[in-house]
């Protein structure tokens, strides 16, 4: 059975960084994934916040696009996503997603609170 097992979260002061990581277990070659991360905020819809390719093209939305940074090691089957400069916006459930063609797996995400 497929696993996605992320962890890094935390509490963090805003303007602080957080290093998330996400590890794929049992499934295909780790290269072969394209690896998302979204995150889910109390009441509001989960949404995209990077999206790394099999290649490593990355994607990232305005909202994240001058602070966040996802990065891949193949060779360890983990995505990395650096959060620098975080807001209290930035609060949410941060879940790994990967993807093979129709087959998506989805981790239980992890908890990022940015609060002084």
């Known amino acids: 059975q497929v696993q996605v097992v992320e962890s890094g979260g935390g509490l963090v002061q805003p303007g602080g960084s957080l290093r998330l990581s996400c590890r794929v277990f049992n499934g295909l070659t780790f290269s072969s994934y394209t690896i998302r991360w979204y995150r889910q905020a109390p009441g509001k819809e989960r949404e995209l916040v990077a999206e790394i390719s099999a290649g490593g093209d990355t994607t990232y939305p305005v909202s994240v696009k001058e602070r966040f940074s996802l990065s891949r090691d193949n060779a360890k089957s983990m995505a990395s996503l650096q959060m620098n400069n975080l807001k209290p916006d930035d609060t949410a459930v941060y879940y790994c997603?990967?993807?093979?063609?129709?087959?998506?797996?989805w981790g239980q995400g992890t908890q990022v609170t940015v609060s002084s």
């Open positions: 997603n990967a993807q093979f063609k129709f087959l998506r797996y």
